[in-house]
């Protein structure tokens, strides 16, 4: 079937332009001058609305394990809230458990994904067993399209890598040309600082972000970099939270160092005093990294705009309060890891641009075209081009909308930002030339989505 967009204006990280875009099938035929084209199956009016190319949410969390419990939304719901937010590709995590292989985990995660999801999806790959036969893997995940490995200085016991294995884990990206991605908090710091606190009895919600201080994640981001150097391997720090990290990172791109790093809505727009509310309702904010005090959202905006933040990600990974994040109750160190975003990342930035903070150009290249050339999707993925797939969304500036658990579509029984009124919404999104939804409306379905497979990082001295 083909679609013509008409009227609408057209966004790319090179700026704004006033055209018409033609879908035919499942890709883009033509982008061209109002009036010019013509001919079409149907025709969607963009007037006063921007078209943008579909999200990228280069961190999501499906159903992912975590202190006895599972992350709320499947791959079936969270696709479809991303969908719902203009998101329109995912790319989530396979988690190596200890003692299991690489190509095992992705195997059981493919089960996961396939036949259930609404939007395109890829995987990243979590080492957390490093040895051999890991290491020879990493090979053979490269050849199956996963391009990227994340490694934890935190949680040790669990997800946690020494130096030395992440030293060899970056010598084998070198030779592959895959990238590390690092959770970078030193973990073994923080585990003493949340014993201290549990046996001072301090443990209510704000103690996991004052056991978690913003040096930490400094120094791991630090250390990472510098292991980096050593290995020339390249680098992507997740989850930047903490003016400290964000120096590191501005530090080794300065030099020429292969350094990319991610914020996430929550960082640019909470803080720790959200993790301080009273009643247990901080319990609602945790996740790893903290929420940090508010000055440093100033330092993470600026960030954005040098491209030492080079992209926006969710790290959704929603726990309901009711029954999983009240598993911590009276020991913050027990309360699931994670909040929910996957919905709102589109809109959130978009505030940023309602704002001043950031300009549309950035808007579009932070959320959508940048991930895709970071992770190995681009042109198929990232841009309103002839020839790249029809993920499009369709957005009015000028609505307004407020926030709520009342009103979302993932499976979580709390908003972080409940009550929020922000400006502009999603009205239209197309996921390869399908109309996934339209004015107020779901139309796609489970299994909708393809699995992606990924090339090499495109940004690469």
Known sequence: MRILIKGGTVLSTTGVAEADVLVDGETIAAVAAPGVLEQADTVLDATGRYVLPGGIDAHTHMEMPFGGTFSADTFETGTRAAAWGGTTTVIDFAVQAKGTSLMSTLDKWHEKADGDCAIDYGFHMIVSDVNDATLKEMESCVDAGVSSFKMFMAYPGVFYSTDG??????????????????????????????????AEGRGEPVQHGLTRPPELEGEATSRAITLAKVTGAPL?????????????????????????????????????????????????????PPLRPKEHQRDLWRGL?????????????PFCFKDQKELGRGDFAKIPNGMPGVEHRMDLLHQGVVAGEISLARWVETCSTTPARMFGLYPRKGVIAPGSDADIVLYDPAAEQTISARTHHMAVDYSAYEGMRITGTVTTVLSRGRIIVDGGEYHGSAGHGRFLTRDLCQYLN
Not at 267 to 278: G, N
């Open 236 to 288: 992507y720090i997740v989850h930047l939270s903490a003016a400290q990290a964000l120096a590191a990172v501005a530090g080794a791109r300065n030099e020429g160092q292969n350094v990319f790093a991610e914020t996430c809505p929550q960082y640019l727009y909470l803080s720790i005093e959200d993790l301080a509310k009273p009643d247990f309702e901080g319990a609602k904010y945790v996740a790893s």
């Open 305 to 317: 705009r040098t491209n030492d933040l080079s992209v926006v990600s969710t790290d959704h990974c």
């Open 165 to 198: 294995e992440i030293l060899r884990a970056m010598q084998k990206a070198t030779d592959t040309g895959s990238m590390i991605m690092m959770h970078a908090e030193n973990g073994i710091a923080i585990d003493q600082l949340v014993a201290q606190a549990l």
